[in-house]
């Protein structure tokens, strides 16, 4: 008798008259679509061979109250610049975005805020 391997049943899958691998496949797809249990635990391998996807907990946002607050009060100080804020901390600023991205990232605040500031008199265009 034959050893039963993957390779050997895919074979004889394969000389299967149409009919019947449509049918299989109707019979396997349910199957594939489940995630196989372990012990109670979801397997690691699901329908394509991969492993389950990981639930990812979202990063929780900061609060922006001290930032608005901040902006308010020295905006107009900033006009045409950038600027990265930590709460009311100012942490750096200039025309440069990509050079205020970059020392808000050394800076190591937690998500801080960068923002363009615009000339408040000037008409809303869009």
């Known amino acids: ?31 594939a679509k489940a995630v196989p249990v372990e012990n109670g635990k979801p397997s690691t391998v699901v329908e394509n061979g991969t492993p389950p996807k990981k639930k990812i907990e979202p990063i ?7 930032e608005m607050q901040w902006l308010k009060e020295h ?4 006009i045409g610049q950038w600027v990265a804020l ?12 990509k050079a205020v991205y970059a020392a808000a990232r050394a800076d ?3 998500l801080p ?8 008199d000037l008409p809303f265009v869009f």
């Open 1 to 31: 008798m034959t050893e039963i391997t993957v390779e050997n049943l895919f074979n004889q899958i394969a000389q299967l008259p149409p009919p019947e691998q449509s049918r299989l496949w109707r019979m396997i797809e349910p199957l």
């Open 60 to 66: 929780p946002l900061p609060d922006r109250t001290r």
């Open 75 to 78: 905006a107009r100080k900033f």
């Open 86 to 97: 930590d709460g009311d901390r100012l942490i750096a600023h200039g025309p440069d975005a």
């Open 108 to 110: 190591g605040a937690y």
């Open 113 to 120: 805020m960068v923002d363009s500031i615009e000339d408040p």
